[in-house]
Nanobody, 116 residues
Framework: QVQLVESGGGLVQPGGSLRLSCVAS????????MGWYRQTPGKQRELVAT???????NYADSVKGRFTISRDNRRNTVYLQMNSLKPEDTAVYYC??????????WGQGTQVTVSS
């Protein structure tokens, strides 16, 4: 079992930046591909970005060129640097770990609000 704790959300103006962090603990041998997803009320949770243990990344088209995912395997931490934020980026952002056998672990979520 992997536990995930996110931090770094908040209120930012359009065009601003935020950095989210997610620390994983527990069964560290199950820490594999990690990622960020987001969800707004009434909508399904959607992929933002993922990163494998060796650093292979994948991004949603809507965030390419603006968001950067990275990880520090020594600290079991994954980051999401969000630049040029738009109001449509407003959502609850969830950290995810895809463990062996495709077992998902989720964090509790952190709110990101982009508004003037």
């Amino acid at each position: 079992q992997v536990q995930l704790v996110e931090s770094g959300g908040g209120l930012v103006q359009p065009g601003g930046s935020l950095r989210l962090s997610c620390v994983a603990s527990g069964s560290i041998f199950s820490i594999n591909t990690m990622g960020w997803y987001r969800q707004t009320p009434g909508k399904q949770r959607e992929l933002v970005a993922t990163i494998s243990r060796v650093g292979t990344t994948n991004y949603a088209d809507s965030v390419k060129g603006r968001f950067t995912i990275s990880r520090d395997n020594r600290r079991n931490t994954v980051y999401l640097q969000m630049n040029s934020l738009k109001p449509e980026d407003t959502a609850v952002y969830y950290c995810n770990n895809k463990g062996p056998g495709g077992v998902d672990s989720w964090g509790q979520g952190t709110q990101v609000t982009v508004s003037s």
